[in-house]
């Protein structure tokens, strides 16, 4: 099932698509996005695909990049098809949403256009600003879940399905204990822990629990270190470089 088709032109556009692809995806789902250099597999019929895709979609965005009415040639033949997927999703009465891809992207103009696609003028449109992308697409995705209800619930939290057999949070913000159930691996950052007993060591580096730090050498007489701290019952005898007794030494 495909809801948003999106279109857009090689070479005035197609970045912003590819990141409008790339988030929608991520908070709808893959099979409700559509766009074509990922959509259509190879070997399949290309102008069958978009017909298909159109038929099939809820809203078509049509990124326009600054130069996208400079292409006045493209346009002005009725064989192009980014001018074919906008004809085809006016005809069809699917609302289309122009995209204007960047700050130097003004509002289209009807006599920058061809007769065919002059309603696109009239047509509102939303501002994408390629310097704040986040806001951008948060905005876009809010005029998608808008006008496509069957989106909404899909977009509830705004975050992708887990995979499965991953470990996710699912208790959010934590006041008190919270226990990992499973195993993992790696680096953990930003570990906090109350309440242990022992030693608790959570990455790499050496871990010193309640005690003195005491390093280097000739701290005693002799080569080396030798540091005892806590309770002790009996006697600590240490020898530092003492020679070895002689027999009859002294005699």
Partial sequence: MVDVFINYRTGDGEKTAALLDQELKRRFGEDRIFRASRSIAPGEVYPDALRT????????????????????????????????????????????????????????????????????????????????????????????????????????????????????????????????????????GGTIVKGAHGLVHTGTGSNYQNSRHVSGDRHFSGNGMTYFEGDNNGEVRHRFNEPEPRENEGQ
């Fill in 53 to 188: 895709a159109l038929q099939r979609s809820s809203v078509l965005l049509a990124v326009i990049g600054p130069d996208w009415a400079n292409f006045r040639t493209r346009l002005d033949d009725p064989q192009d098809w980014v001018r074919r997927e906008i004809e085809e999703a006016l005809a069809r009465e699917l609302p289309v949403v122009p995209v204007l891809d960047g700050r130097k992207t003004d509002r289209l103009k009807q006599a920058d256009l061809p007769p065919a696609l002059a309603r696109l003028a009239d047509l509102q449109s939303v501002p994408f600003d390629t310097h704040d992308v986040e806001t951008g697409l948060r905005r876009i995705c809010g005029v998608v879940t808008d006008m496509v209800p069957s989106l909404r619930d899909l977009a509830a939290d705004g975050a992708p399905p887990p995979v499965p057999g991953s470990v996710t949070n699912s208790i959010g913000d934590v006041s008190g204990t919270a226990v990992q159930s499973r195993d993992f691996t790696g680096d953990v």
